[in-house]
């Protein structure tokens, strides 16, 4: 592909490794995981320590909606508070990781993204990356969800990304399998395994078809139930899982992590393939 070619011009100051990069579908849950030192933010930093450290963090969040596919492409991306009604305290934090042009470009070449040059790092991202890399001295770029767009060109968008894998770029999906805030329950949020039966069975669905490679019927979620669209009211959430499930190669090892329900209606739950 021509495309492959220009992409040179960022990866051959890279080494190409004989083992490709881990690939994380990471639930983010509450902003609070931010600062908190939580089960799943140690977790997160316990990730961070396990896997190879990579030369580039990309990041698909849940919360980087837009019209057509976006990559941040500045030098130094801006922390994103993109939230209301939390302390104080989350508002001050700041990850000044830095970004990377060229990735940016290269990237944005393999799948006709456009540059973006005013978002920064969103909550998605940011709450879980500076637990795994605190010293904030690893690029971290972000590439938006197109809104207009269904979960079969998600997946075959994410297959493009391919070659980023074998180069030492690290690329995480940021959301939540199950994700219905109209349904938590707000009064058993400090019970970290309370999860109301649909929200626990599709979990387990989830996991199970994950696990098996049946990605066709992950991506045809609407299939799969009444508990599905329940758990998937909208599907911001849910689509940067299927940029990890087009990523995934058949040799990549599948392992989940913070396998927990919170506030009934959403679930931690996390993939590592690699």
């Known amino acids: 592909m021509t495309t492959l070619s220009a992409f040179r011009n960022f990866t051959d100051s890279l080494q190409e490794d004989d083992h490709l ?15 908190e030192d939580t089960e799943f933010s140690r977790r997160w930093t316990q990730m961070g320590q396990e896997i190879p450290t990579p030369k580039a963090v990309l990041v698909i969040s849940a919360h980087w909606y837009t019209q057509g596919t976006k990559i941040t492409a500045m030098e130094h991306p801006k922390t994103i508070h993109d939230f209301g009604g939390f302390p104080k305290e989350l508002f001050a934090v700041q990850y000044p990781a830095p970004g990377n042009p060229d990735l940016a470009r290269e990237t944005a070449s393999l799948i006709h993204a456009s540059l973006d040059h005013d978002w920064g790092l969103d909550h998605g991202t940011w709450t879980v990356v500076r637990h795994m890399y605190p010293k904030a001295n690893i690029p971290v770029l972000q590439l938006s969800i197109d809104y207009s767009k269904g979960p079969q ?9 391919y070659a980023l894998r074998r180069k030492g770029v690290l690329i995480i999906g940021s959301g939540n399998m199950v994700h219905n805030l109209r349904m938590v329950a707000w009064d058993r949020l400090d019970d970290k395994e309370y999860g109301y039966d649909w929200a626990l069975d599709i979990n387990n669905q989830f996991k199970h078809l994950i696990s098996s490679r ?26 940067p899982l299927m940029y990890t499930l087009g990523l995934q190669s058949a040799k990549d090892n599948i392992s989940f992590f913070n396998d927990k329900a919170v506030g009934g209606s959403l679930t931690m739950t996390s993939v590592k393939f690699g």
Not at 22 to 35: D, V
Not at 153 to 161: I, M, Q
């Open 21 to 35: 990069m881990p690939l994380l579908f990471i639930g983010h849950g509450s902003p609070m995981n931010g600062i």
């Open 153 to 161: 060109y998600h997946y075959d968008l994410a297959k493009e990304l």
């Open 214 to 239: 049946e990605h066709k019927a992950l991506i045809n979620y609407t299939q799969l139930g009444k508990s599905a669209l329940l758990a998937i009211p909208t599907p911001d959430h849910y689509l």
